[in-house]
């Protein structure tokens, strides 16, 4: 497993900024595909945003053009800078390393079965 351990969460006024950050607890520049997910009181975990290896990333509509994801993988690091925040925007966000991510760890290559989870890190946008 690839320990993941979010920051950065809290309350912010709409219109205003964040940036949460993943630290992970493994190596994984080798191949390792990350992702940053959100869930909302009554509503199911949905997928914010990707990015692989070589830096292509991808967004879920409601957030182009305000959030941007980036990883720094010698400091094994995710983070999501999330700007003009909207009221909707409102949950819970975890950093996820994706499935077939393949990291080093105890010094031996592993391969990930299924999706690691951080623990999750609250943003509140306040009207």
């Known amino acids: 497993q690839v320990q993941l351990v979010e920051s950065g969460g809290g309350v912010v006024q709409a219109g205003g900024s964040l940036m949460l950050s993943c630290v992970a607890s493994a190596d994984i520049r080798i191949s390792c595909d990350m992702g940053w997910y959100r869930q909302a009181p009554g509503n199911e975990r949905e997928l914010v945003s990707t990015?692989?290896?070589?830096?292509?990333?991808t967004y879920t509509d409601s957030v182009k053009g305000r959030f941007t994801i980036s990883r720094d993988n010698a400091k094994k690091t995710l983070h999501l800078q999330m700007n003009s925040l909207k009221t909707e925007d409102t949950a819970v966000y975890y950093c996820?390393?994706?499935?077939?991510?393949?990291?080093?760890?105890?010094?031996?290559?592993?391969?990930?079965?299924?999706?690691?989870w951080g623990q999750g890190t609250q943003v509140t946008v306040s009207s």
């Open positions: 990015i692989n290896m070589e830096g292509v990333t």
């Open positions: 996820a390393a994706e499935r077939g991510c393949i990291y080093l760890s105890g010094g031996v290559y592993r391969n990930l079965a299924d999706r690691s």
